[in-house]
């Protein structure tokens, strides 16, 4: 085993303390709760975010005859999004606030619907959208080197030249607005600059007969999507308890190691993490078919049939990459013959799509309506849809471009346990750079790599409702149903390079420093030194670190809902409508949403996905919803001008009450030692809910324990039984 020997009376050295650390721990803002014990919140500070909006919208309508009718639209909006800097306009130099941010959307849409005969209709459709989207980060064209850190970390960042983000196990800043705090405690290195277009040709034909409506259409889209991003936290520093827990090492606990120790001490973890732009495209065509057929006068079905299909992505400039995961690699040593290797779009006969076309996307739809008596109908219906390849994220990680983007991360040690780098001099060996296509199966070896499988498919959702609707005396309505929704093929990375779990019984055995076969041949990271760790020479790809399939199709979702509606109308002009559903979400994990990290989403055990499947930190078992309009009768009856003006006013209200969300626990050291996942705590199995919960104390901590080295933890992802607060909001 390993020991750690402690400071005298536990008490850092003056002399040991590092001069960066000393530098940056002067940037941080004086308390404004001093003296409050460690855990408790020492800072608040209320602010507001500035949101100024301006938009303005024209149309014009034109009728050529009695059967063409042309209209136009014109929209634009600007709507900039100013978030306060949390610690205040004099310290926005170090805020890990996102920094102003500029949204720009404009649409323009061309219709022409063309009556052939009084039961033949023809539209035809032309829309335009464009999104402009660009910010930088409020400590952009930062000096590094004030703090220590050497010039040349600014060739590693690229741009923006931001203070990095300073990440502190146990000190972080927060925000009750969702996507204000995207960086450490102090500092963000947040860049976006979108300009996304796109254009949608629709066309459908309607044709009335005696019992049936026959409508059939088309439609094609081009999907243009420039984008450059550089992640929130791309260029950080990270400080775990890791480097400070003791006597043992390998052991975690919430007494052993602090955050802020290791800060202290210089030790840091991280990387720099530079982007390429990206101009994407990919096209969508459908086609449709439906068929309303009257069958009666109680009952009705409708059913149809789409056909879909998108086009795999491109980038104009060919930086998409692809894993080869059975190909013999390059990198070969005496009792080594490792198997993998990146290629890439347009080179070695692979097209320039990112994937395999995906051209099986049929899509059936059915839905009945029968009047089982003069005031009660029921309905049912169920169908099979298709999600588009958008909405993966905007920075180029997200798309597989490994070769054209190159990140580096800091080696902090070898064996996990000695610490062997000085914050002054974070990379030594100097930063890897982007070779494009031209070193093929070389490219990145001995470095982190994440691409776009081949293999990847479009997301499906099956459908299917079934609801009861009465009417009852006194203008009321009554409806109760159920509605569920089964998803797979759904997006979500995947991981390949964990070691296998068997060889986690090696336990220290993993971490003792062994001959590198590789040495020599790899310039950056652990495989470049003289040793490594026995355990990188165990994983399934050992010429590479993490090895991950971006936005992979292989997740899955089920959701199950009962659903209840009250409508009631007053004579008077007042409309009362009152719904709630009972629902229940599944899925693998919804990571980031939204701009913050909304529950336990990270893995587990990528050799175990099973057990990753849980209750959605998106779930909300309960929701009320209780809305009221008012027609204001005052003028209503009157033509007069003024009446026109003032006459015709509705008054509206919505009052929505929703359920939390479950929480999810994870460990704050990750002593698996697995190469590739997290680490969750061991569970004894009693309720972790406490009765009434405080920020201090929202779950029991007492039925969590940490567990010991090289084990997975046996806590599920989520706990469906204690949840964060309920939502309330009036509109």
């Known amino acids: 085993g390993f020991l750690r020997t402690p400071f005298p009376g536990n008490v850092i050295p003056g002399s040991r303390i590092d001069p960066v650390a000393r530098n940056v721990a002067r940037l941080f803002p004086a308390p404004t709760a001093a003296g409050a014990p460690l855990g408790v919140i020492n800072y608040t500070r209320t602010a507001s975010n500035v949101v100024p909006k301006d938009s303005w919208s024209l149309r014009g309508d034109h009728n050529f005859s009695a059967s063409n009718r042309l209209f136009a639209r014109y929209s634009f909006d600007d709507t900039p999004f100013n978030r306060a800097p949390v610690y205040g306009d004099e310290?926005?130099?170090?805020?890990?606030?996102?920094?102003?941010?500029?949204?720009?959307?404009?649409?323009?849409?061309?219709?022409?619907t063309h009556v052939f005969s009084p039961t033949l209709l023809g539209t035809v459709r032309y829309s335009a959208t464009r999104l402009i989207n660009f910010r930088r980060p409020y400590s952009d064209n930062f000096n590094l080197e004030s703090l220590g850190l050497p010039s040349s970390l600014r060739a590693g960042m690229v741009d923006p030249i931001s203070l990095p983000a300073i990440q502190i196990t146990g000190y972080n800043a927060t925000s009750s607005v969702p996507n204000v705090v995207v960086g450490g405690v102090i500092g963000a290195t947040d860049l976006i600059n979108f300009g996304n277009t796109m254009q949608t040709v629709q066309g459908s034909v309607t044709k009335n007969?005696?019992?049936?409506?026959?409508?059939?259409?088309?439609?094609?889209?081009?999907?243009?999507?420039?984008?450059?991003?550089?992640?929130?936290?791309?260029?950080?520093?990270?400080?775990?308890?890791?480097?400070?827990?003791?006597?043992?090492?390998?052991?975690?606990?919430?007494?052993?190691?602090?955050?802020?120790?290791?800060?202290?001490?210089?030790?840091p973890a991280g990387g720099v993490n530079p982007q390429p732009a990206l101009a994407l495209t990919n096209k969508y065509?459908?086609?449709?078919?439906?068929?309303?057929?009257?069958?009666?006068?109680?009952?009705?079905?409708n059913w149809g049939v789409r056909y879909e299909y998108e086009t795999p992505r491109t980038d104009r400039f060919n930086q998409l990459t692809n894993f080869d995961f059975s190909v013999a690699s390059p990198l070969t040593a005496e009792g080594f013959a490792p198997r993998g290797g990146l290629t890439f779009v347009n080179t070695g006969g692979l097209p320039r799509y990112n994937s395999v076309p995906d051209r099986n996307n049929l899509a059936p739809r059915l839905g009945i309506a029968y009047k089982l008596g003069k005031r009660t109908v029921i309905r049912a219906g169920a169908g099979l849809f298709y999600a588009g390849l958008t909405g993966i994220g905007g920075g180029a990680t997200a798309f597989g471009t490994s070769g054209f983007q190159a990140s580096t991360a800091i080696v902090t040690s070898l064996d996990g346990l000695t610490p062997a780098v000085r914050w002054s001099d974070p990379y030594p060996n100097g930063f890897n750079r982007p070779t494009g296509a031209q070193a093929g199966l070389s490219t990145l070896l001995g470095q982190g790599i994440g691409f776009n499988d081949r293999g990847n498919v479009l997301p499906k959702s099956a459908q299917w409702n079934m609801s009861v609707q009465q009417e009852l005396p006194g203008n009321m309505l009554v409806e109760v149903g159920y509605a569920g929704n089964r998803g797979w093929s759904l997006f979500e990375a995947r991981q390949w390079n964990?070691?296998?779990?068997?060889?986690?019984?090696?336990?220290?055995?993993?971490?003792?420093?062994?001959?590198?076969?590789?040495?020599?041949?790899?310039?950056?990271?652990?495989?470049?030194?003289?040793?490594?760790?026995?355990?990188?020479?165990?994983?399934?790809?050992?010429?590479?670190?993490?090895?991950?399939?971006?936005?992979?199709?292989w997740a899955a979702s089920g959701y199950h809902a009962l659903q209840a509606k009250f409508e009631k109308r007053y004579a008077t002009g007042l409309t009362l409508i009152a719904s709630y559903t009972y629902s229940?979400?599944?899925?693998?994990?919804?990571?980031?949403?939204?701009?913050?990290?909304?529950?336990?989403?990270?893995?587990?055990?990528?050799?175990?996905?099973?057990?990753?499947?849980?209750?959605?930190?998106?779930?909300?078992?309960?929701?009320?919803?209780?809305?009221?309009?008012?027609?204001?009768?005052?003028?209503?009856?009157?033509?007069?001008?003024?009446?026109?003006v003032l006459g015709g006013w509705q008054l509206g209200a919505i009052w929505s009450g929703f359920s939390g969300g479950p929480l999810g626990v994870t460990s704050a050291v990750n002593n698996t030692f697995s190469q590739g996942g997290g680490q969750r705590p061991n569970w004894s199995g009693q309720s972790a809910c406490v009765a009434n919960p405080t920020p201090a104390r929202w779950l029991d901590q007492s039925v969590f324990s940490t567990p010991l080295p090289y084990q997975f933890g046996n806590a599920p992802r989520t706990f469906n039984g204690c949840r964060s607060d309920g939502v309330e909001q009036i509109d």
């Open 91 to 112: 310290l926005r130099n170090i805020a890990p606030t996102a920094g102003p941010q500029v949204f720009t959307r404009w649409n323009a849409v061309v219709e022409d």
């Open 285 to 301: 065509s459908a086609f449709f078919f439906q068929d309303t057929w009257r069958a009666s006068s109680r009952l009705t079905v």
């Open 584 to 644: 229940k979400a599944m899925d693998y994990g919804s990571g980031p949403f939204a701009g913050e990290t909304v529950g336990a989403a990270t893995f587990q055990n990528w050799n175990n996905l099973l057990a990753e499947y849980g209750t959605s930190v998106l779930d909300q078992t309960q929701r009320y919803i209780l809305n009221t309009v008012y027609e204001v009768p005052w003028l209503k009856a009157q033509k007069s001008p003024v009446a026109k």
């Open 498 to 553: 964990q070691l296998p779990d068997a060889a986690l019984a090696q336990g220290d055995a993993l971490r003792q420093l062994v001959p590198n076969p590789f040495f020599g041949r790899i310039a950056v990271g652990p495989l470049a030194q003289r040793t490594v760790a026995r355990a990188q020479l165990l994983r399934p790809y050992p010429q590479f670190e993490g090895v991950t399939s971006q936005a992979a199709s």
């Open 209 to 267: 007969l005696s019992t049936h409506t026959l409508k059939a259409g088309a439609e094609y889209r081009v999907i243009q999507f420039n984008n450059l991003q550089v992640g929130d936290a791309a260029t950080n520093f990270n400080f775990t308890p890791a480097w400070t827990q003791g006597p043992n090492p390998n052991a975690s606990s919430a007494v052993a190691g602090l955050g802020l120790a290791t800060f202290l001490l210089g030790i």
